[in-house]
Nanobody
């Protein structure tokens, strides 16, 4: 089992920045690929970003490319999402997710992640 705890959400004005963190426990962190997903009010949960177990490869939704950066610190069992130039449409609950490093399936699919955190709320005001 893997436990994931997100933090760092809050209220920010458009154009501002936030840094989300997700702390993992219960399994060797280096054996996990990690992802961030956003669930906006009234919408399905959607892919934001993902990072491979080594951090050597990252993937982003088109809507956040150039604004968000995913990274990880395997010594601290933590994955981060740096969010810059925030827009009102970035508002919602951000979830951290984990999957075994060599599991199959695309990084953007929620079905391919085995573990989920409780989420952290991000609100971007215009």
């Amino acid at each position: 089992q893997v436990q994931l705890v997100e933090s760092g959400g809050g209220l920010v004005q458009a154009g501002g920045s936030l840094r989300l963190s997700c702390a993992a426990s219960g399994r060797t962190f280096g054996g996990l690929a990690m992802g961030w997903f956003l669930q906006a009010p009234g919408k399905e949960r959607e892919f934001v970003a993902a990072i491979t177990w080594s951090g050597g490869n990252t993937y982003y939704a088109d809507s956040v490319k150039g604004r968000f950066t995913i990274s990880r610190d395997n010594n601290k069992n933590t994955v981060f999402l740096q969010m810059n130039s925030l827009k009102p449409e970035d508002t919602g609950v951000y979830y951290c997710a984990a999957r075994p490093a060599y599991s199959s399936g695309g990084y953007a699919g929620t079905l391919y992640y085995n573990y989920w955190g409780q989420g952290t709320q991000v609100t971007v005001s215009s």
